[in-house]
């Protein structure tokens, strides 16, 4: 994955407003307005959340089919499988190179 | 569930033999992988600057040298904390890496924890216009109870 996005994924999750909407939006897609209302946020500070998620790539917007002046979010599963890859190709790196140490520690014991 | 990544591993050798090797000796025995590259030149020959404050630095095939982070604990024998950024990191992203060195029997326990997301630098977040009493320990926080609801299964090894 590149750092960058990476990097701007940990950044999107830094914040307890938009860490909030991930998990109400790993229930269901919810409307703008729903969030704003469950998590007490004035529309202008929700809107400014949803799109600092939206640029991350976390969350995706929506017009509601019935109504299109409404928009529903839903998240992403892309950003988070990528985190996951970074961990597991960090998780592999640290393992691998234990195994050296160990090697290493065999070899050269006094 | 954590938001880390977490490895340990028992090595033959005292804790002061063990952190030595790990420190002094790790151009002898880092293992450059093609897939996990430190910089786009490969990993290079890798060498800690001693004591807090020192450097780790890889030394590159083409005479440059890259520094990959910086030692803010050096505790021999026992503990070991580095800073982690790999070349394709941008410039405020780092990630830290915990090395605990603990007796057992008579050899070593030597666990490493990676921790990614959880040591955002405060310059990062300030430059993304957090609020100040966002700590980076509820950003911890938070990891560890909510990835695993998102099923995010990292595999923990552990050979003790």
């Given at each position: 994955m590149s750092a960058s996005n990476l990097d701007r994924t940990l950044a999107a999750l830094a914040d307890p407003y938009r860490r909030r909407v991930?998990?109400?939006?790993?229930?269901?897609?919810?409307?703008?307005?729903?969030?704003?209302?469950?998590?007490?946020?004035?529309?202008?500070?929700?809107?400014r959340h949803l799109r600092t998620l939206r640029t991350s790539g976390l969350v995706e917007e929506d017009r509601d089919e019935f109504d299109s002046r409404v928009r529903i979010y839903r998240l992403r599963p892309e950003p988070i499988t990528a985190l996951k890859s970074?961990?597991?190709?960090?998780?592999?790196?640290w393992a691998r190179q234990?195994?050296?140490?160990?090697?290493?520690?065999?070899?050269?014991r006094r | 569930m954590t938001s880390k990544v977490f490895i340990a591993l028992r090595v033959p050798a005292d804790p002061?033999?063990?952190?030595?090797?790990?420190?002094?000796?790790?151009?002898?025995?880092?293992?450059?992988?093609?897939?996990?590259?430190?910089?786009?030149q490969g990993d290079g020959e890798l060498?800690?600057?001693p004591g807090a404050g020192g450097r780790l630095v890889t030394h590159l095939n083409n005479g440059e040298t890259f520094e990959i982070g910086r030692v803010s604990v050096w505790e021999p024998g026992k503990r070991l904390v580095f800073g982690w950024r790999q070349a394709s990191f941008s410039p405020e992203?780092?990630?830290?890496v915990e090395v605990r060195f603990e007796p057992v029997g008579n050899?070593?326990?030597?666990?490493?924890?990676?921790?990614?997301?959880d040591a955002i630098p405060e310059r990062h977040v300030a430059r993304h216009g957090f609020p100040e009493h966002v700590t980076l320990q509820r950003v911890a926080d938070w990891w560890r109870s909510s990835l695993s609801a998102l099923r995010f299964d990292m595999k923990h090894r552990e050979s003790l």
């Amino acid at each position: 994955m590149s750092a960058s996005n990476l990097d701007r994924t940990l950044a999107a999750l830094a914040d307890p407003y938009r860490r909030r909407v991930i998990d109400l939006l790993r229930e269901r897609p919810h409307r703008a307005g729903e969030l704003g209302q469950a998590i007490r946020l004035s529309f202008p500070a929700m809107s400014r959340h949803l799109r600092t998620l939206r640029t991350s790539g976390l969350v995706e917007e929506d017009r509601d089919e019935f109504d299109s002046r409404v928009r529903i979010y839903r998240l992403r599963p892309e950003p988070i499988t990528a985190l996951k890859s970074w961990l597991a190709e960090t998780d592999a790196l640290w393992a691998r190179q234990l195994a050296a140490l160990k090697a290493h520690l065999q070899k050269t014991r006094r | 569930m954590t938001s880390k990544v977490f490895i340990a591993l028992r090595v033959p050798a005292d804790p002061t033999r063990a952190f030595e090797a790990f420190t002094r000796e790790i151009s002898s025995w880092w293992r450059p992988d093609d897939l996990f590259q430190i910089t786009p030149q490969g990993d290079g020959e890798l060498a800690f600057e001693p004591g807090a404050g020192g450097r780790l630095v890889t030394h590159l095939n083409n005479g440059e040298t890259f520094e990959i982070g910086r030692v803010s604990v050096w505790e021999p024998g026992k503990r070991l904390v580095f800073g982690w950024r790999q070349a394709s990191f941008s410039p405020e992203h780092s990630t830290e890496v915990e090395v605990r060195f603990e007796p057992v029997g008579n050899g070593t326990r030597v666990s490493i924890e990676h921790r990614g997301w959880d040591a955002i630098p405060e310059r990062h977040v300030a430059r993304h216009g957090f609020p100040e009493h966002v700590t980076l320990q509820r950003v911890a926080d938070w990891w560890r109870s909510s990835l695993s609801a998102l099923r995010f299964d990292m595999k923990h090894r552990e050979s003790l």
